[in-house]
């Protein structure tokens, strides 16, 4: 027999967890006649049936907390992998040789700007391969016989907004491009005579 404070010392918990495990008749205990006083004493092989449970769920969590980490590392490798094969084809390269051209006759090309052009042409790029695989229609008959837009068509929808978006951020879009300030070669020469360049 275990007084509540032994108990507590073998499950590595508080007593107040203890109570509550003989609240919940986890364990199971006696009360006993001491000096005037009745005291709990809890059974030696509840204690031991609950530390043995306690210790095979801590296993099981760290196996399974185990398994989550692999996961996790695996979906970053695929994703690693993944990124790689994003590459521009002809026409991607083309649309990014078209738009620094045009960007630079506007006067609105900074280095900067190439990796906000490789977007650009890469959702170009991927907008078409989506709407060149929609085959015959934009719905398409699902497993359940029920009616529904063709992944193809939601993803072509979403990269022609993305494109949307990246042609005005880069000042392709005409109203887009009246709100943007375009450098002057007589302020550039200003700039160049207050720090003597």
């Given amino acids: 027999m275990k007084t509540p404070q032994e108990a507590a010392l073998i499950l590595d918990c508080s007593t107040s967890q203890i109570s509550r495990y003989l609240k919940k008749n986890i364990l199971k205990s ?16 509840s204690v031991e049936n609950l530390r043995l449970e306690i210790l095979e769920n801590k296993k099981i969590s760290s196996q399974i907390s185990e398994k989550a980490k692999k996961n996790k590392e695996r979906k970053k490798k695929e994703l690693v992998e993944k990124s790689k094969t994003f590459s521009l084809d002809a026409l991607g390269e083309q649309i990014m040789t078209d738009t620094t ?15 906000a052009i490789f977007d650009y042409a890469m959702c170009y790029q ?18 359940r016989g029920d009616q529904q837009v063709s992944p193809h068509a939601t993803l072509s929808l979403a990269f022609s907004k993305l494109i949307d978006a990246k042609r005005k951020s880069l000042g392709l879009d005409p109203l887009a491009r009246s709100k943007l300030t375009k450098v002057e070669k007589k302020d550039l020469d200003k700039m160049s005579e207050l720090f003597g360049d």
């Fill in 30 to 45: 006696t009360k006993k006649k001491h000096s005037n006083t009745r005291r709990v004493f809890i059974t030696d092989i």
């Fill in 126 to 143: 991927i907008a078409l391969a989506q709407t060149q695989a929609i085959t015959e229609k934009a719905i398409i008959i699902n497993t």
């Fill in 101 to 115: 051209v045009e960007l630079k006759e506007l006067g609105l090309y900074r280095d900067n700007d190439r990796y």
